[in-house]
């Protein structure tokens, strides 16, 4: 296992507001969904360049939408996580909960 | 009949900076996710927050995209800077040649003293300009989709060794004058940049995308 099978801190909140949001996963609703979320500001840009990654890396897949009015004709790009990528995020996951696993943070850092 | 939402054109320089940053695949989710939200925030909260919104959007996105856009391919945007840098220094050392090769064919001094004072000073400056200018373009051509990346990094480094040239200089001399060259150094970083940003343009409008409202 590479470190390659691990999701970074922002690819790891992607990919969690991708499964949130299942079918209507594109570049506004992400990132609304990570700044309801987390409340930081997120730029589309940072999102793009992760979900890119993400892409390129094989943990999500991404098709075109139809033109829509209100983009004034441009179309959206609706993203999914792929089976891939769900097994990157459960392995991330249980990487950090094994690494906080009997951790008293509040108590012992603050 | 539906109604059609109430679309409010978002800064436009703004809009033209993301569209430069960005692959022709990429502008166009990017301009419409970017105009969804403002359109929706321009409505809900007004012009002028939406405008700021926009604003902080863009600089962060261009960040984003600048970054992305050299880690996808490092050693090639790396080397057209070096070879950008070398080609200015090769291409710097004719300007001067060449504006007094027309001074002299056209017997400048002779006939037209304010003639030759313009090309022996600012015209200099103007050919400098037009190098940068050149090589710009040159740079951009080499590394498609990394135009904006590769001429701005250059364009900074020229403009470093400029500020670096001139502290050096006004200590070693004293003299406050040196400061004001930095106008036409600044000036030829910028124009590097707008070279870059003409390639950029000419292959942007090159792609067909679907038309926009």
Redesign the interface.
């Known amino acids: 296992m590479t470190g390659r099978d691990y999701l970074g801190e922002f690819e790891h909140i992607i990919v969690l507001a991708l499964l949130r949001l299942e079918d209507r996963a ?3 609703t992400v ?2 969904e990570i700044e309801f979320r987390t409340h930081r ?1 997120v ?4 999102v ?2 992760t979900l ?2 993400l892409e390129t890396k094989g943990f999500v897949k991404s098709h ?1 939408g139809d ?11 609706f993203f999914r996580v792929t089976a891939k990528g769900v097994s990157a995020v459960n392995r991330t996951q249980r990487a950090l909960h094994s690494m906080t696993e009997g951790l008293d943070l509040v108590r012992s850092y603050s | 009949m539906t109604s059609q939402p109430q679309i409010v054109q978002p800064p436009r320089i703004a809009v033209r900076l993301v569209n430069l940053f960005s692959s022709d695949e990429e502008a166009e989710t990017i301009e419409g996710d970017l105009l969804e939200e403002y359109t929706h925030l321009a409505s809900k909260r007004g012009a002028s927050f939406a405008r700021r919104w926009y604003w902080r959007q863009t600089a962060k996105t261009i960040a984003h995209l600048a970054g992305t856009a050299y880690r996808t391919a490092p050693w090639s945007t790396t080397a057209a800077i070096a070879g950008g840098f070398l080609l200015r220094r090769l291409a710097a050392r004719f300007v001067e040649p060449a504006i007094f090769a027309v001074i002299d064919r056209y017997q400048i001094f002779e006939h037209h003293f304010s003639t030759y004072r313009f090309l022996a000073s600012t015209g200099i400056d103007i050919g400098h300009i037009l190098v940068f200018l050149f090589v710009g373009c040159i740079v951009a051509l080499g590394v498609k989709g990394r135009e904006m990346v590769a001429t701005m990094t250059l364009g900074l480094i020229f403009g470093a060794m400029a500020v670096i040239a001139v502290l050096v200089m006004v200590s070693r001399t004293g003299d406050d004058a040196f400061a004001w060259r930095l106008t036409w150094y600044f000036a030829d970083s910028f124009a590097m940049v707008i070279g870059g940003a003409i390639v950029r343009a000419r292959r942007s409008a090159a792609t067909t995308r679907p038309s926009i409202a």
Do not use: L
């Open positions: 594109y570049g506004v990132r609304q500001e730029s589309i840009g940072a793009y360049a890119n990654r075109c033109p829509t009015p209100e983009r004034g004709g441009r179309s959206k790009r």
